[in-house]
Nanobody, 126 residues
Framework: QVQLVESGGGLVQAGGSLRLSCVAS????????MAWFRQAPGKERAFVAA????????LYADSVKGRFTISRDQDKNTVYLQMNNLKPEDTAVYSC???????????????????WGQGTQVTVSS
């Protein structure tokens, strides 16, 4: 059973940066994709970025490509989301999630992830 705890959200002006962290415990991540999703008020949860823990391979939503970077620290069992050049439309609750890598073709589908953190609010002011 994997537990995920996010931190690092907050309020930032447009053009600013934030780094989110997600600490995993309770199991090995070797067979998992780790991902970040976000949900803005009144909208469905959306894929942001994913990382295959075993290789470090990354995937991004088009809306964040070139601005956000997902990375991992294997010693700390932690995945990060570095967010640069933030825009007001990035405002959302950001959640960390883990999915068995056997479901790789569905990596952008939230319903394939069976472990979730509690979420952290990111607010970008204009």
């Amino acid at each position: 059973q994997v537990q995920l705890v996010e931190s690092g959200g907050g309020l930032v002006q447009a053009g600013g940066s934030l780094r989110l962290s997600c600490v995993a415990s309770g199991g090995t991540l070797r067979s998992y994709y780790m991902a970040w999703f976000r949900q803005a008020p009144g909208k469905e949860r959306a894929f942001v970025a994913a990382l295959l823990w075993s290789t470090g391979m990354t995937l991004y939503a088009d809306s964040v490509k070139g601005r956000f970077t997902i990375s991992r620290d294997q010693d700390k069992n932690t995945v990060y989301l570095q967010m640069n050049n933030l825009k007001p439309e990035d405002t959302a609750v950001y959640s960390c999630a883990a999915m068995n890598s056997a479901y790789a073709p569905m990596v952008r589908a939230a319903d394939r992830y069976n472990y979730w953190g509690q979420g952290t609010q990111v607010t970008v002011s204009s």
